[in-house]
């Protein structure tokens, strides 16, 4: 039998592992990708072992602007096509946007804008031509609220994420291509590890954290049901829900008083 099989980015660990996870269970064969190549093959060994799929492991770097053409080129000389885009590698800068020169800056759009979106170019045909695709982009929380400071840049990148997959969705739906902007709020991950801000969200209370594999199952579950935004949890839904109705002027100053006593700019 011809199973499915999915690419997943950031696949080495948090979120990106637990789409693994999802996508292997659910029967998809996989092709993971991240620069960690030991961290993918121990990923690849559990998952093949575990549910009888087949595990390519293709390591690399997104911020490369040449990256998303060698993966596909890769893709191709394996003989593998692509049912299911999970774009999920990302990751922050901190502190302010002045505080860091332009190619760190160029790296992040490069990885949270360029390649999702050429990488989409590339594999939503052959989705559309076979009718059947599933595209879930990993946005954030952050998008749908206002951005406090030292958010600059990563909130603005996954806002484009959202944009994106909402106008894509509309465009591909007849073709039986479901496209999904996946916006988590906070999760256990090494997220803040390598975006520098552990310190200041240690505090933060434990309800507002969700773990990854919930996150995942729940961008699965929104792909496959053709949901164009997920927002994940019952507090982050409330969050984004007053962000959308309460006075803006209210919502930028809460959340400017929030930057201050998390993100320390
Ligand atoms: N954790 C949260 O609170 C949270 C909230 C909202 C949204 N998100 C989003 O969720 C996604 C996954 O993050 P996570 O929480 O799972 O964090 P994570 O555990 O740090 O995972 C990030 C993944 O992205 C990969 N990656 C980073 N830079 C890369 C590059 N240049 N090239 C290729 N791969 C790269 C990493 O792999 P390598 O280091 O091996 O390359 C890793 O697999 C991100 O898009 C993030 O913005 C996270």
Redesign the pocket.
């Known amino acids: 039998m011809n199973r499915r099989t999915a690419l997943i980015?950031?696949?080495?660990?948090?979120?990106?592992?637990?789409f693994a996870d999802v996508f292997a269970a659910a029967g998809f064969d996989l092709v993971i990708?991240?620069?960690?190549e030991d961290?993918?093959r121990a990923v690849a060994d559990r998952l093949s072992q575990r549910d009888q799929v087949r595990v390519h492991v293709i390591a690399?770097?997104?911020?490369l602007p040449d990256?998303p053409g060698r993966l596909c080129e890769e893709l191709q000389a394996r003989g593998l096509t692509i049912d299911a885009l999970v774009n999920?590698?990302?990751?922050?800068i901190p502190g302010a946007f002045v505080a860091s020169e332009w190619p760190r800056h160029a790296?992040l759009i490069q990885?949270?804008v360029t390649?999702p979106a050429e990488l989409t170019r590339r594999l939503v045909p052959g989705m559309v031509e076979r009718g059947y695709g599933r595209i879930i982009n990993?946005?954030?929380?952050?998008a749908l609220v206002p951005a406090p400071a030292g958010h600059t840049l990563?909130a603005a990148c996954?806002a484009f994420v959202v944009k994106f997959s909402e106008s894509l969705a509309n465009e591909v739906r007849p073709a039986g291509v479901h496209v999904t902007a996946l916006?988590?709020?906070?999760?256990?991950?090494?997220?803040?590890?390598?975006?520098g801000t552990r310190a200041a969200v240690r505090h933060l209370p434990g309800w507002m954290w969700m773990d990854?594999p919930t996150v995942a199952r729940q961008g699965f579950d929104a792909v496959m049901a053709g949901s164009p935004v997920h927002v994940t949890g019952r507090v982050n839904r409330t969050i984004a829900f007053l962000a959308r109705h309460l006075p803006r002027r209210l919502v930028v100053a809460l959340g400017r008083g929030t930057a201050w006593r998390h993100r320390k700019i």
Do not use: Q, W
Request: aromatic share 8%; net charge neutral; charged share 15%.
């Open positions: 980015t950031g696949a080495s660990s948090g979120i990106g592992e637990a990708t991240a620069r960690r961290r993918l690399g770097d997104l911020s990256a999920n590698a990302g990751y922050g790296a990885v949270m390649a990993v946005a954030s929380l952050a990563y996954k916006c988590p709020g906070f999760t256990l991950s090494e997220f803040h590890d390598v975006t990854a």
